[in-house]
């Protein structure tokens, strides 16, 4: 349980151990980390941007035309 209020929310598990055992069921950690569990967050997929260096390609080439 210690754990759990480490790796998630330490008021969530305060809150639901004072209701289990406010209530008198509170029968062990699996209990607590079933009602703590946090929802997995949906990863959303993003499009990978066009990338364009052909102003930075002409950089270059008018840095070649100073230097000669």
């Known amino acids: 349980i210690l754990h759990l209020a480490a ?8 809150q639901v151990l004072a209701r289990l055992l406010a209530e008198g069921g509170l029968r062990g950690a699996e209990q607590v980390k079933a009602l703590v569990a946090p ?5 959303p997929e993003l499009a990978q941007p066009e990338v364009d260096l052909s102003s930075y390609d002409a950089l270059l080439v008018e840095q070649r035309e100073v230097a000669s």
């Open 7 to 14: 790796s998630t929310l330490e008021a969530q598990v305060e």
């Open 39 to 43: 929802a997995r967050p949906e990863v």
